[in-house]
Every structure is written in C-alpha cells, then in structure tokens.
C-alpha cells in the first residue's frame, strides 16, 4: 500500500543511476506509552555559541565593519607545524597596510595626507588610527570596501574621534570608486577628548559592494579609536533574524563564550562599553582566521545573558581557567549575587537588579590541548586548579554546578581528576567529533552519518568505563557533552575549505540526538551542547538574510521531545547501526506519541510497522517529513514534506520513508473504556 509521497528524483551519490526507491521488509516496532523511564530533558539539545569563524561576526552580531576597532598586526602560532612534531612558525595576517592604514582599511588622500597606527593616543586598549594633514585644503580619511547596504533600511552609525585642530568630518557611503551618493553626514570634528559621533542613515539604494569613508578636511591631526555600523533595529548588537532562528529552533541551553576562545579571554574586560572593550586577540590560527585572529568584543555577559533570556536559554558559562580563581569567583557573584554585595551592586547599577542565576560553569575548556596555549594542564595541575577554583567559586554562591574538563581517550586524565578533584566538582565534560565530513558526498561519507551513533555512543560508554574504574564512588557522576559535532575540515582549515553542513551531516544530527535521549538515563547524560548553531551548522547568514540549513531543519523537528517521556522501545539498544533509527517518546498535555524516524539508507525507502498495545487505541496520525532528495549538493537543505500515517486497525499504523528521510511521526493515543 502506497502510505506516503515518494521522491520524484533518483541518488548519484553511491554511484549508482537514477532510479526508483527499491521496497523492503516492514521494520516493525511496538510503542507502549505505559513503558516509560523519565522524562527527557530539554538539555540534551543545547548549543554553544563560541567566538570563531563566522559564528559572531559576520554571523549573530549585527555589526558590519571589519577589523572595526583598527587593532594592529596579528601573529598567531601554526600549531599544525606543531602535531607534525615541527617547530611552530608564526602565520602573520591583518598586517597594516605600508601606507600605515589598519588591516581591511584603506587610506584615502593625495601627498599632504599621511596615515599612522598610533601606540601613544590609544583607545580600546590598542593603537588608534591617525590621519594628519598637513595643508589647509587638505583632504583625508579612511574608507572600508564592499559594505552590503539596502535601499530603505535603517543604519546606526557611531564613530569615536579626537582632534588636536579643528577640522571637519564627514561620513559617506557611495558606490564603489566614489560615485553615486548613496548616504552623507557631516560635522566639526570636536576638539580634546575622545567623542562618540553618533547618527543614522538610510541608503538611497542597494548595493552589496558600496564603500564608508570617513573623511577630514583642514589642516591638522585626526584619530579614529573605533567605527561601528549595523541595522538599527538591532538586538543588543545581534542580528534579530538570526536570534528568531534560534528560537524557532529552540535553545534549550548555550554555552558560551567558548571552547578554544576562552583561552584568551578576559570577562571583565567586557563590562567596559562596547566600544572600549579591548579586541581578544588569540595564537590560534583555527579560532579567528577570518577577523584576523581578534574578537572585538561586542558580546559581553550582559548581551549574552539578554540573548539568554530572550531564548528562554539555560546558560552555562566557560571559564579561562589561566586566570585567577579569584577573578573566576567575581564572575560568580556578579552573576548570581543580590544587590547587597559588591558585584551584585554593579549588575544592578548596569541596569540588571535580579541576579542572572547561572547554574553550570565549567573550569576550562579542552585543557589537555595545546591549542589551548597559556590555559594547557597536565592532570595533575588541572585537578589542583580544580579545587582551587572550586573553593573561590563556591564561596560567592555554594548552589552552582561545576564541570569539570574530562578527556574521552585518556584513562589517566579521567583517573588523577576524579581521585584529586573529585568533590569539586559536580559534573565531568567530554567532547566528541565524528568522522570527518567532507563537501563530496561519497559512500564513506553516507556510511558515517549510517553508522555514527554507534560509534558515538561506544565513546561515551567508554568515558562511563574508565570513570568507574578510576574511582567507583565516581560511577554515576553526571557527564556533560558540551560540545559534539561531525569533525569538518573546514574546522583546522578553514582558508582551504567552504563549509558545509548538508543531509549528510542532518542525518547524523538526528541520530545523534535519538542516541542521547534514549542513553541519556542510563549513563548519566545530564546536557548536551552542539557546536555550534551559527555558520557552522544549523543557521547559514548572509549580510541581509539568515535561514535553516538541514541541521537547523533537524533541530527544530526535534524539539517536540522537550520535556516528553521517554518510551521505551524493545530492542532499541541492537539497533544503532541498523538503516531505521528510532526514538518515541509520550506528550502527556497532547495524549501523543511521539517519533523520530530515521531512514539512513540512501537508496531504499523503509515502511514502519507500528503497533499500539491494548489498553490504548490509535486515534488521528501525522508525519513531518525531512527528504534528502539531493545528496549531490553538500550544501542542499531537507524538503519538508507532509507524509501519510495509515491506520490500518485500532492498535496499529503504517508509515513509509523515502530514502535517506528523517520523519516526526505523532500519533493521539487514547484508552479503551
């Protein structure tokens, strides 16, 4: 019986000619909404968002500008010159140009204009940049390429600048080599002190490569500290499109501001106004290779935390573990103190009275790596560390719950932080990146999203192994794993390669998150972070749009398990490498089962067989569909579909997959009088 809409187009992707679904045996399976073990935590389908790549530039935060903040030349270790037991060389990008103009700017001015990156008037904890002119009809300035703009949409400018004479500035945006005029402004540049100038405009057209010059006119010296431009219906310096997508995907939880970045970070420094905060500047050429190795830090802990509340986000904030305890502990309080102590004090004066409440903190990221640079440990050291920062931390609030930074392939990391830290802590991270995905879509890139729940959860038992055999009082301690993710090469390369996030990489998202929930009780799984949603795997933005890619597609079918009972399925534990991959849990506010399906074979459509026991009885079914109807395209999204639930009696339904499909499946339940 044809129960669903098949696909209309054939697969090239194992090398095989276009051609119809093949049909196979019924996969059948009974689903008992009386057979349940708890209820799914919401947890389990958090995120990260880490300062790299394009994730906050250029992807969540609204600013528009590069290197915006005019910091100086950037040098950074290649530390693959490193794992090849090499020297390690530096790598040296964002260099001032040799007219002496910032990285990704250019000077404008003919002889009587000369440029400078000036270490003596400083501002945001860096150079500033220096226009002089030195005749009176002179004049200068600086101007930045391919700024994208649209006609009709509102911008918010601010510019930070100091003159020593009296000149003039004016700001304009036009199309590429000066022409057309699309927005100007203009002012007396003020005399003394540094001074925000503050306006906004509305470009008279669209252009994706129009150029801002800022420009001086009269003899004298001019400084620019830090130039800033984004859409003014901006969300705390966010991109509102982006932040509504992940709402509609729902963000459970986020862990932020790293991962590898956290290395180099500094929390305090984030409290200063947005312009003022020093750039984080980073020696990990994998981190930020598109900003030159520097964050601008445009995200503080107030923005995250309105990010977080927006969201309706569980936070959980990652320290530097290479700072102090003691800087770690005011972090801590600023957070979560009332207004009565110090830090408590300062949130409510910045306008925030209620404590922010953050539960999970966790102490370091990754600390084994080099890649960590100044925050790398041995496991003695870290668990040291550990108790040190421990202490600090729950002195300002003793409710917190730290994780600690476990190591998933070293049974001696697991055992010195478990026997010399073990009552610091509260939880144990471990991270895990799949085989790598790689844009072409080939029989081994299919066979690893098939099978990578099997080989995900094999490392996740293993971690459970060695920790109960490091210390048995150990055995049931929680495990967060706060970052997971397909391993990409555009990760360690991303000069050499695109990203891309694709059906492949949907397929293995979606077994991913089966396995958790359906492991979750058994090995203690209490939070899961994907990393990471923005670019690099849920959410692709552009500079004037932002949509689901097919792991965003995955997400949000997803979320209908939030809070759901799980339900027990027989046989669920033979089944991970098996093409069907199933999960089903119990809305109780609905009545509902409910399912996620996964068929993983690329050439062949599955029919599921699903029984109802008595004494419930089947009542109205739908199914969501997420078709792979082009495995070709690395990049390609899922068609949604609408699938075809056949009831064929009381207690019994029938849905057919298509090929490399994910399906949601809810069926209304009720009980027989």
């Not at 109960?468 to 929680?478: E, R, W």
């Not at 939030?562 to 009545?591: C, Q, T, W, Y």
């Given at each position: 019986m044809d129960v669903c809409l098949m696909l209309t187009t054939g697969f090239v992707a194992l090398g095989i000619a276009d051609a119809a679904p093949m049909p196979s045996t019924p996969v059948r399976v009974t689903v008992d909404p009386g057979a349940t073990d708890g209820a799914i935590s919401p947890l389990l389908f958090g995120h990260n968002l880490e300062h790299t790549r394009h994730a906050v530039w250029r992807g969540i935060s609204a600013e528009m500008l590069a290197n915006r903040k005019f910091a100086g030349e950037s040098r950074i270790e290649h530390w693959e010159n490193v794992e090849a037991g090499k020297e390690p060389c530096e790598m040296v990008r964002g260099t001032p140009g040799p007219d002496g103009v910032a990285a990704h700017w250019e000077g404008v001015g003919g002889a009587a204009t000369r440029f400078a990156l000036d270490n003596e008037i400083r501002f945001a904890g860096g150079p500033s940049q220096r226009i002089e002119l030195e005749d009176k009809d002179a004049m200068g300035g600086v101007r930045q390429l391919d700024v994208s703009i649209r006609e009709g949409v509102e911008y918010a400018v601010r510019l930070w600048l100091r003159s020593h004479e009296m000149v003039r500035v004016s700001a304009r945006l036009t199309g590429r080599g000066g022409g057309e005029t699309y927005a100007r402004q203009s002012r007396p540049l003020p005399l003394g002190e540094w001074a925000a100038w503050e306006f906004s405009w509305t470009p008279s057209k669209s252009d994706d490569h129009a150029q801002l010059e800022i420009l001086f006119e009269g003899q004298g010296t001019a400084w620019m500290g830090a130039a800033s431009m984004m859409r003014a219906d901006n969300f705390h310096g966010m991109r509102r499109d982006v932040i509504e997508l992940l709402k509609e995907m729902s963000v459970p939880l986020l862990r932020w501001p790293g991962g590898n970045f956290t290395r180099n970070y500094r929390w305090k420094e984030g409290l200063l106004p947005v312009d003022q905060r020093p750039p984080t500047m980073l020696h990990n050429h994998q981190t930020l290779p598109f900003t030159d190795n520097y964050d601008f830090h445009d995200i503080g802990i107030d923005e995250f935390m309105a990010l977080c509340r927006y969201l309706d986000a569980e936070p959980s904030i990652v320290l530097n573990i290479s700072d102090s305890p003691e800087s770690a502990a005011d972090w801590v309080a600023y957070c979560n103190g009332g207004v009565e102590t110090k830090w408590g004090r300062l949130r409510a004066e910045r306008g925030h009275p209620e404590p922010y409440k953050v539960r999970y903190w966790s102490m370091g990221n990754e600390i084994y790596g080099r890649w960590m640079g100044p925050a790398q440990y041995d496991s003695k050291s870290y668990s040291t560390l550990v108790v040190r920062f421990s202490e600090a931390m729950r002195a300002a609030d003793p409710s917190i719950d730290l994780i600690a930074c476990g190591l998933e392939d070293s049974s001696a990391w697991t055992r010195d932080v478990l026997t010399r830290g073990r009552d610091a802590f509260d939880t144990l991270s471990i991270h895990y990146y799949g085989p790598i995905s790689r844009p072409?879509?080939?029989?081994?890139?299919?066979?690893?999203?098939?099978?990578?729940?099997?080989?995900?959860?094999?490392?996740?038992?293993?971690?459970?192994?060695?920790?109960?055999?490091?210390?048995?009082?150990?055995?049931?301690?929680?495990?967060?794993?706060?970052?997971?993710?397909?391993?990409?090469?555009?990760?360690?390369?991303?000069?050499?390669?695109?990203?891309?996030?694709?059906?492949?990489?949907?397929?293995?998202?979606?077994?991913?998150?089966?396995?958790?929930?359906?492991?979750?009780?058994?090995?203690?799984?209490?939070?899961?972070?994907?990393?990471?949603?923005?670019?690099?795997?849920?959410?692709?933005?552009?500079?004037?749009?932002?949509?689901?890619?097919?792991?965003?597609?995955?997400?949000?079918?997803?979320?209908?398990?939030?809070?759901?009972?799980?339900?027990?399925?027989?046989?669920?534990?033979?089944?991970?490498?098996?093409?069907?991959?199933?999960?089903?849990?119990?809305?109780?506010?609905?009545?509902?089962?409910?399912?996620?399906?996964?068929?993983?074979?690329?050439?062949?459509?599955?029919?599921?067989?699903?029984?109802?026991?008595?004494?419930?009885?089947?009542?109205?079914?739908?199914?969501?569909?997420?078709?792979?109807?082009?495995?070709?395209?690395?990049?390609?999204?899922?068609?949604?579909?609408?699938?075809?639930?056949?009831?064929?009696?009381?207690?019994?339904?029938l849905v057919t997959l298509p090929p490399y499909t994910i399906a949601r499946i809810d069926i209304q339940t009720r009980r027989q009088p």
């Open positions: 072409l879509i080939t029989d081994d890139a299919l066979a690893q999203s098939r099978y990578a729940t099997r080989e995900f959860l094999g490392r996740i038992q293993a971690d459970r192994d060695k920790m109960t055999a490091a210390d048995k009082d150990s055995a049931q301690i929680p495990i967060a794993c706060d970052e997971w993710n397909m391993a990409h090469e555009w990760m360690g390369r991303p000069f050499d390669h695109e990203w891309h996030v694709g059906p492949v990489q949907g397929m293995y998202l979606a077994g991913s998150l089966n396995m958790f929930c359906r492991n979750a009780k058994r090995l203690n799984i209490t939070m899961a972070a994907f990393f990471e949603p923005v670019n690099e795997g849920c959410i692709t933005v552009t500079p004037h749009h932002a949509f689901l890619n097919a792991g965003g597609q995955v997400f949000k079918l997803f979320r209908v398990h939030h809070g759901n009972l799980r339900i027990i399925l027989p046989g669920e534990d033979r089944k991970e490498k098996d093409d069907v991959d199933m999960l089903a849990s119990f809305d109780e506010k609905r009545g509902c089962i409910v399912m996620t399906v996964l068929n993983r074979n690329p050439r062949e459509e599955r029919t599921v067989d699903i029984s109802i026991p008595k004494p419930y009885i089947v009542g109205p079914a739908s199914a969501q569909l997420l078709v792979a109807a082009d495995l070709r395209n690395p990049d390609a999204l899922f068609e949604e579909r609408v699938g075809v639930v056949t009831v064929v009696s009381p207690n019994r339904a």
